[in-house]
Each structure stands twice: as C-alpha cells, then as structure tokens.
C-alpha cells in the first residue's frame, strides 16, 4: 500500500507525469524515425524538397530535436522520481499519446500537407501511409486509454 503521501504527489503532479511521458514519446518515435527510415533504411530525409546535402543538414536539425525532447523528458521522469510523484501508468499513458500525436502529424501533416518527405519514394506509398497512420491512431488509443484509466479523481484527487 502506498503512502498517503506518495498518493498526495501522484495527484498533485499527475499533469507533469503526463508532460514527461509525452515529451518522451514525442522524441523516441522521432529518434526511432530518424535512425531507422532516415539512417539505416536511406528511405528519405527530413526535408527532401531539396538536394541530399540539405536533406543529411535537416536529418541533424530533426535528430537534435528528437534528443532534446527525450532528454527533456527524462530530465522530468527524474524529477518525478525525486519528488516521489512517478504514477509510472500515467506516465506511460502520455509516452503513448506523445509517440501516436508525433507519429499521426508526421503522417498527415508532413507526409501529405507540406509534402515535405515521404515514407518512401517509387513505391505505391498507400500501404505505408495506412500501416503508418493506422499505427499513430493505436498509440494514442492506448495513451488516452491509460490516462482515462489513471485520472486524478481516480487516485483519490480532485
């Protein structure tokens, strides 16, 4: 059984929990994007309206970004922890949500919008698109999922 101290902490940090997973989330599904599609696979860059050596110069910006976000987030996981606040389900619950937000923006946003890159090139992309987005959509299912299940006026808070 927990303290009732440590419920108190939950509750009064149960946003920053959130704050923390999402910003986690955003930037592992980025830095996942960028090492796999980007680096290891060479599917595309970040901005590919333009020629390679700007196409690697956005890769850097994009993986710059994807470490400040992850280091930003465990930087607050860090401070939950100390504060004694962790609700680690809620947490994950805003990892989820960041990843599938992040990952549905990069889908509809950059891939067909700003059409800026493209999960691959000289392929029928209607396959990627759908698992990409489909993906996205799962993952803020179960982050809603697990912040619903984890609400403050469940743990006891108002």
Known sequence: MESRQATHNRVRYSSRNV?????????????IDETV???LLRWHHFYDKSTTAIGIISDGFFH?????ATIGGLFL??????RNALYLKRW???LFLGSGIFQLYDGIIQHKVMRIHQIRYHVDILLYDLIWNILAIGLIFVGVFLLYQTRPNRMGGK
């Open 19 to 31: 704050g923390s997973g999402f910003l986690f989330g955003v930037g592992m599904v980025a830095f």
């Open 37 to 39: 599609f980007h680096q």
């Open 64 to 68: 710059a970004f994807s470490w400040f």
């Open 77 to 82: 996981f860090a401070d939950l922890r100390r």
């Open 92 to 94: 994950l619950g805003g």
